[in-house]
């Protein structure tokens, strides 16, 4: 498998998400100590003003560091799941029109990661995937919620499909699927139901190599148009 990543942004994020994160803390310090000095109120408005923008770069520092600075990276865990791939396919990160594109014999796959922990369910009434359990406090300060798994999934589809008819494929072979891969080997996934297909980590290279055998899909065209718009 051929994998090509955006290294020069990988670091790029990394470093804002260290700078952000520390900038946070100094931030969020210089509020705590005018909280404890202020017995009288008088930097009531600029001590919560400090605490509030302290939390929202803790929040924007977390947010990159999660994604590009805390090894192994999303990125990793992708290649890493599909390790063993023949050079048939190629993994993109961060190189193309959505963050993780895998192009091959099964088709063409829009990868979206989630690391959480706990019980991992699809909510069949409310339509969405739903997180219980896992750790209180990697929730709280060092972990992402899943958001909107079907939501993103949607957007990433239709960012698929501009994409691929941005670098020349015809409408009849634009036919990209996201996929749900959840990384977190300490989460237990049931996604019956999900309009969305999901796997995980240790499933994920059966998954591609299922729908190889069930797909009838030349890729070199599209790699090929895919490498064109890469280099120039």
Do not use: C
């Not at 990159?64 to 990276?73: D, E, I």
């Not at 972990?143 to 994409?163: S, T």
């Not at 072979?173 to 999901?198: C, I, M, Q, W």
Request: hydrophobic share 35%; charged share 25%.
């Amino acid at each position: 498998m051929k994998i090509i990543a955006n290294e020069k942004l990988i670091k790029r994020n990394n470093r804002i998400g260290q700078i952000t994160s520390i900038g946070s803390l100094v931030v969020l310090a210089v509020g705590m100590f005018y909280s404890f000095k202020d017995s009288q109120g008088t930097y009531m408005t600029f001590t919560f003003t400090t605490l509030i923008l302290g939390f929202i770069l803790f929040q924007v520092g977390n947010f990159y560091l999660n994604r590009f600075g805390k090894s192994p990276r999303p990125d990793e865990l992708i290649s890493q799941s599909l390790k063993g791939l023949d050079d048939h396919y190629s993994l993109y990160h961060y190189t193309t029109g959505v963050s993780h594109l895998l192009v091959g014999p099964a088709g063409i796959y829009s990868i979206l990661p989630y690391g959480q922990e706990g019980t991992l369910y699809y909510d069949a009434n409310k339509k969405q995937w739903r997180q219980k359990g896992g750790n209180f406090f990697m929730k709280v300060f060092g972990q992402e919620g899943m958001g909107r798994p079907v939501g993103e999934a949607e957007i990433a589809k239709e960012e698929l499909e501009r994409y691929l008819l941005k670098v020349g494929v015809s409408k009849e072979k634009v036919t990209g699927s996201p996929v749900l891969l959840f990384t977190n080997d300490r989460a237990t996934v049931e996604g019956e139901g999900s309009p969305v297909p999901y796997t995980t980590s240790e499933k994920f290279k059966d998954f591609i190599r299922r729908k190889a055998k069930e797909a009838d899909f030349d890729a070199e065209p599209v790699i090929e148009l895919i490498e064109q718009k890469r280099k120039k």
